[in-house]
């Protein structure tokens, strides 16, 4: 199946069934997916019974339900003439090919981390998990072990010939003060690609014992259109115990272009706090970043760890055009063509949002709540099909706003804006439009809804609102109660 679309087994993705309908008699459409798994003769049917939705002219698959290889999804879509009883049949398919993703490898407490001398040292990898979620219990996993005092000093005697455990207690004495002891671990399955992950141990004198947990994009490559969470842990202080806190940007890529961050606007949380969450969008650049965090206790003692990650690479912005660049609300249809986006994780999706400028416009590639953006077509293409758009305020020149969202498998986006104006009908014309739009089965919104194109048919009743709203601010009499009924 060399047509067959590569998609990552941990990733969501969604399909949908465009219908293009030319009847002048009521009918009814509906939707039946069905998905199959294997190739050739040995291809089976899959089970979707309260998992999938699979009656609505889109299906969602959630990340981690397809089993790896090649699966079909097919849609049967049947047209009902409801005076005759006539139904005609149409079926589409589509292949996907699901692969694996690396094994991620863990070891608890973070990239590097302080140990109180004379402590016992704790190696838990057992928080390395499966990205595709079919390895459920971490301990079915190959784990093998090496050790280096310093750079260059071996010191894999010290797991006593046995390096296959998830989880070592190294008991005290076994290193000396002041020894930084770098631990590695390869992490591995059968068929898997492995991963692999390095802990560096610092002993000190009354140092406190500190560890990292990762709470949100905790994935190697973090999504960097997320927010980032981490919670540093003292494992020897005492609960009520009075400990200060300081985070620090310790290590960043040129490209970056600072050294430390803004924490008052790249966090919610400030530098001061044993949590530490950092805003999406701030860690765009690719390479490697270290977070660290350093407690004090009240008597001056301090302990470290560090939290090293790199991001997600976003996709290769493109441009976009719109046609028509002007146009009518209510009688033009406007068309988005994006090209040159480019990602190596694939699939890559496309979100088309506008704003009419009477809300605040997001930032590009912000993930804040899109309350002020309104999405009127997303799918797997880099261009929409023709969409009404509402008009625009006379207060910018009639322009609306469209943003284009390009989002990787793995959630990283890049963005770009463009204008269109959309300008009001004569306001003579506008009942009569309005009602042909809108009223009756075989009205445009009616022929959208009846064939299950649902995202259409409210863009439809959208850029109708927008006219109308606009026309009964300033109507009064007759032109208002005529804007109403419709």
């Not at 079919?134 to 090496?146: A, E, P, R």
Request: aromatic residues 8%; negative net charge; glycine residues 6%.
């Amino acid at each position: 199946m060399a047509s067959a679309v590569t998609i990552l087994r941990r990733v969501r993705f969604f399909l949908r069934a465009e219908t293009d309908i030319d009847c002048n008699v009521e009918y009814a459409v509906s939707f039946a997916w069905t998905i199959w798994s294997g190739d050739g003769s040995d291809i089976k049917q899959l089970n979707t019974t309260g998992k999938l939705k699979t009656s609505a002219h889109e299906i969602a698959v959630p990340k981690n339900f397809l089993p790896l290889g090649l699966n079909m999804l097919r849609v049967v879509i049947t047209v009902l003439e409801k005076e005759s009883g006539l139904s005609l049949n149409r079926s589409l398919e589509r292949w996907v090919r699901i692969i694996s993703s690396p094994i991620e490898a863990r070891i608890a407490g973070g990239s590097a981390r302080s140990v109180s001398f004379g402590s016992s040292i704790t190696l838990n990898a057992t928080v390395s998990y499966d990205p595709d979620n079919i390895i459920k219990d971490s301990g079915l996993f190959n784990y093998s072990w090496s050790c280096s005092i310093g750079e260059v000093m071996p010191c894999n005697d010290v797991f006593r010939n046995v390096s296959t455990k998830a989880v070592y207690v190294i008991p005290s004495g076994t290193f000396g003060p002041n020894d930084t002891i770098t631990f590695t671990v390869d992490v591995s399955f059968a068929g898997r690609s492995p991963g692999v992950y390095a802990q560096t141990i610092h002993l000190s004198v009354e140092d406190p014992t500190i560890s990292l947990r990762c709470n949100s994009n905790c994935n190697s490559r973090i999504n960097p259109s997320e927010r980032l969470a981490l919670l540093s842990v003292c494992e020897n202080c005492l609960q009520d115990e009075q400990l200060f806190y300081n985070w620090t940007l310790q290590k960043a890529p040129p490209a970056f272009g600072r050294s430390v961050l803004n924490w008052d606007t790249d966090t919610t949380t400030g530098r001061i706090l044993p949590d530490l969450v950092v805003q999406a969008d701030v860690f765009q650049k690719p390479g490697q970043y270290i977070l660290r965090v350093d407690v004090t206790r009240a008597e001056g003692v301090s302990g470290f760890a560090e939290y090293l990650f790199e991001p997600n690479t976003p996709p290769t912005p493109g441009t976009c055009s719109v046609s028509p660049e002007t146009g009518v609300a209510m009688v033009d249809e406007f068309s988005v063509q994006c090209t040159g986006f480019s990602d190596s994780d694939l699939p890559m999706t496309y979100a088309f949002y506008y704003n009419t400028g009477g809300q605040r416009l997001v930032a590009i590639n912000s993930t804040a709540e899109d309350d002020e953006l309104s999405l009127f077509y997303s799918g797997p293409v880099p261009s929409t099909p023709p969409r009404f758009l509402p008009v625009g305020l006379s207060s910018r020149d009639y322009n609306v706003t469209i943003l284009v969202r390009a989002s990787d498998a793995l959630g990283a986006q890049a963005a770009v804006s463009l204008l269109v104006k959309v300008f009001p009908l004569p306001t003579e014309e506008t009942t009569n439009i309005a009602t042909q739009l809108t009223v009756g089965a075989n009205s445009t919104l009616g022929r959208l809804v009846q064939g299950g194109n649902f995202q259409a048919a409210v863009q439809v009743s959208n850029s109708v609102n927008s006219v109308l709203n606009a026309e009964a601010a300033n109507a009064t009499g007759q032109g208002k109660q005529n804007a109403t009924q419709v």
